[in-house]
Nanobody
Framework: QVQLVESGGGLVQPGGSLRLSCAASGSISSFRPMGWYRQAPGKQREFVAIIPSGDSTVYAEPVKGRFTISTDNAKNTVYLQMNSLKPEDTAVYYC?????????WGQGTQVTVSS
């Protein structure tokens, strides 16, 4: 059983930055794919950024050039650095990991971009 715990969400003004963290119970170096999704009110959950294998990264078009996904294997943590935030980035952000032949989700962390 893998547990994922997100943190780092909050309220930020447009143009601001936040860094989300996802702490995992287990060695994330073997969790692939692993990444971030988000769900805005009234919308379906959507892909944001992911590490599909090894150290490769893939980003959704709306966040390319603004968001960066990274890992710290020593801390079993995956991060999402979010810069130049826009109101349309407002959503609950979820961490996802595939391990031991199944997918796991965190509980989510709210990000609100508003002036």
């Amino acid at each position: 059983q893998v547990q994922l715990v997100e943190s780092g969400g909050g309220l930020v003004q447009p143009g601001g930055s936040l860094r989300l963290s996802c702490a995992a119970s287990g060695s994330i170096s073997s969790f692939r794919p692993m990444g971030w999704y988000r769900q805005a009110p009234g919308k379906q959950r959507e892909f944001v950024a992911i590490i599909p294998s090894g150290d490769s990264t893939v980003y959704a078009e709306p966040v390319k050039g603004r968001f960066t996904i990274s890992t710290d294997n020593a801390k079993n943590t995956v991060y999402l650095q979010m810069n130049s935030l826009k109101p349309e980035d407002t959503a609950v952000y979820y961490c996802y990991a595939f391990a031991s032949n199944r997918g796991y989700w965190g509980q989510g962390t709210q990000v609100t971009v508003s002036s």
